[in-house]
């Protein structure tokens, strides 16, 4: 099967070298790609979102899947462009369509959807330009903390915590008043503080039948002990340590059957991944957030725990037979740790050379923001490398994965040494 797979960070590297894993996997090329998705495959100098020239790249190369690895293309429509298409029908997109992209795409929908289908989540309340006055006072009546969110995609930053009401009605005029998200900030959620520890929780779905895949918890902030800005992440682990048999029981029996349900109970058509970001609070889980692919760097500890072959799955959800394919996740501890350039999350350069790959043994390698320079492997991001370690504890796994990161070099060069440190 020839697959042409979209994105260019950790997690289109970790799910090319799954895919590659296949004796199914015929050509794989990656689009754009980077220094390690290279190592799998064949990089193609195409943007996600240049759905014309990605339709035409399909047909000339005989594609039959195309892999969305990020929001952007799903949330643009890239499933409805080829299905509207008689000469692109028959290439198998994974991922929703517009309509089921929304559950990431816009908050507000997200927050609704759940709503309908009893699904256990912050209470909240939506606001616009049109109702700013009342969005104001019922922020001046507000519990704290409150939680303020743009509706729609905000690379990650769109959502803030306010422990004050100053605080509150400042980010609320700026993101209503003052554009300060865009065309995303147009429409304001404001939630309700839920306290407890999150965690990442995947599946694949058909739109009606599901596979539940290993479950993760990563580290957005940028220093130690969970502290300073948030970043796209800066590790993760799995499985998770609190999420045993009677808890993830709850979360498949509340949260997601509920969601599958209530995506066939209107018609959405949703072939493709569902990520559950949640937060479990005492005992119970509440949802945070969905999102409509794969989680980052979640991608890199989730795929080398998964023992089933990945293509396998993706060719069951076209046909329809995700419950015919075994599923089994590997034993031992994923722990990723990565490496970002200095600055980051704020300013930072690229084009740093990077040495020391050729020296890990024993921890998988992703590549995130990288570029090949002939022979020369070089930074081209804030995230540059993702490193993962399997070992029969978390100690031994994060052990593992520091030692690498330490061996690893270029210039201004900064990782987390704590991950998971809340489990140890």
């Given at each position: 099967?020839?697959?042409?797979?979209?994105?260019?960070?950790?997690?289109?590297?970790?799910?090319?070298?799954?895919?590659?894993?296949?004796?199914?996997?015929?050509?794989?090329?990656?689009?754009?790609?980077?220094?390690?998705?290279?190592?799998?495959?064949?990089?193609?100098?195409?943007?996600?979102?240049?759905?014309?020239?990605?339709?035409?790249?399909?047909?000339?190369?005989?594609?039959?899947?195309?892999?969305?690895?990020?929001?952007?293309?799903?949330?643009a429509g890239i499933?409805?462009?080829?299905?509207?298409?008689?000469?692109?029908?028959?290439?198998?997109?994974?991922?929703?369509?517009?309509?089921?992209?929304?559950?990431?795409?816009?908050?507000?929908?997200?927050?609704?959807?759940?709503?309908?289908?009893?699904?256990?989540?912050?209470a909240y309340r939506?606001?616009?330009?049109?109702?700013?006055?009342?969005?104001?006072?019922?922020?001046?009546?507000?519990?704290?903390?409150?939680?303020?969110?743009?509706?729609?995609?905000?690379?990650?930053?769109?959502?803030?915590?306010?422990?004050?009401?100053?605080?509150?009605?400042?980010?609320?005029?700026?993101?209503?008043?003052?554009?300060?998200?865009?065309?995303?900030?147009?429409?304001?959620?404001?939630?309700?503080?839920?306290?407890?520890?999150?965690?990442?929780?995947?599946?694949?779905?058909?739109?009606?039948?599901?596979?539940?895949?290993?479950?993760?918890?990563?580290?957005?902030?940028?220093?130690?002990?969970?502290?300073?800005?948030?970043?796209?992440?800066?590790?993760?682990?799995?499985?998770?340590?609190?999420?045993?048999?009677?808890?993830?029981e709850r979360v498949?029996?509340?949260?997601?059957?509920?969601?599958?349900?209530?995506?066939?109970?209107?018609?959405?058509?949703?072939?493709?991944?569902?990520?559950?970001?949640?937060?479990?609070?005492?005992?119970?889980?509440?949802?945070?957030?969905?999102?409509?692919?794969?989680?980052?760097?979640?991608?890199?500890?989730?795929?080398?725990?998964?023992?089933?072959?990945?293509?396998?799955?993706?060719?069951?959800?076209?046909?329809?037979?995700?419950?015919?394919?075994?599923?089994?996740?590997?034993?031992?501890?994923?722990?990723?740790?990565?490496?970002?350039?200095?600055?980051?999350?704020?300013?930072?350069?690229?084009?740093?050379?990077?040495?020391?790959?050729?020296?890990?043994?024993?921890?998988?390698?992703?590549?995130?923001?990288?570029?090949?320079?002939?022979?020369?492997?070089?930074?081209?991001?804030?995230?540059?490398?993702?490193?993962?370690?399997?070992?029969?504890?978390?100690?031994?796994?994060?052990?593992?994965?520091?030692?690498?990161?330490?061996?690893?070099?270029?210039?201004?060069?900064?990782?987390?040494?704590?991950?998971?440190?809340?489990?140890?």
């Amino acid at each position: 099967m020839n697959i042409l797979l979209l994105g260019s960070g950790g997690r289109e590297h970790a799910l090319a070298w799954k895919l590659r894993q296949s004796p199914d996997c015929g050509a794989l090329y990656i689009a754009p790609g980077n220094a390690g998705t290279a190592g799998c495959g064949t990089n193609v100098p195409i943007a996600v979102h240049d759905f014309e020239r990605l339709a035409a790249f399909c047909l000339e190369h005989d594609i039959q899947l195309l892999i969305p690895g990020s929001e952007e293309p799903l949330v643009a429509g890239i499933y409805d462009y080829f299905g509207e298409r008689e000469a692109l029908r028959a290439i198998q997109v994974i991922g929703p369509s517009r309509e089921g992209a929304r559950l990431e795409g816009s908050k507000a929908f997200a927050k609704a959807f759940m709503e309908r289908h009893g699904i256990p989540t912050a209470a909240y309340r939506e606001f616009t330009a049109e109702d700013y006055e009342a969005g104001k006072q019922y922020l001046r009546e507000h519990a704290l903390p409150v939680v303020l969110k743009a509706d729609g995609l905000a690379a990650g930053k769109g959502v803030v915590i306010c422990d004050t009401h100053e605080a509150a009605l400042e980010v609320f005029g700026q993101m209503l008043q003052e554009a300060r998200f865009g065309e995303a900030g147009k429409k304001v959620v404001v939630e309700a503080f839920l306290s407890g520890i999150e965690l990442s929780v995947f599946v694949l779905t058909d739109g009606r039948s599901y596979v539940l895949l290993p479950e993760a918890k990563d580290y957005k902030r940028i220093g130690a002990g969970d502290t300073g800005p948030n970043t796209g992440g800066m590790g993760a682990v799995s499985p998770v340590p609190f999420a045993d048999a009677a808890f993830m029981e709850r979360v498949e029996n509340r949260i997601i059957r509920p969601t599958i349900a209530g995506l066939a109970a209107e018609n959405i058509d949703y072939k493709g991944f569902i990520f559950f970001g949640l937060i479990k609070v005492g005992e119970e889980p509440f949802v945070i957030e969905y999102n409509c692919r794969m989680g980052d760097p979640e991608t890199e500890v989730v795929m080398p725990r998964l023992e089933a072959d990945l293509l396998a799955l993706l060719s069951a959800v076209k046909t329809g037979r995700l419950s015919e394919v075994p599923v089994s996740f590997e034993k031992r501890t994923a722990a990723t740790v990565m490496l970002v350039s200095g600055g980051y999350p704020g300013g930072y350069d690229k084009g740093k050379t990077i040495t020391g790959l050729d020296q890990v043994r024993d921890s998988r390698v992703f590549h995130a923001g990288t570029r090949a320079e002939g022979d020369t492997v070089v930074t081209n991001g804030g995230r540059v490398l993702a490193i993962t370690s399997l070992a029969g504890d978390l100690k031994t796994a994060l052990e593992r994965s520091n030692a690498c990161a330490a061996q690893i070099c270029f210039d201004k060069k900064y990782f987390r040494s704590d991950i998971g440190w809340e489990f140890l």
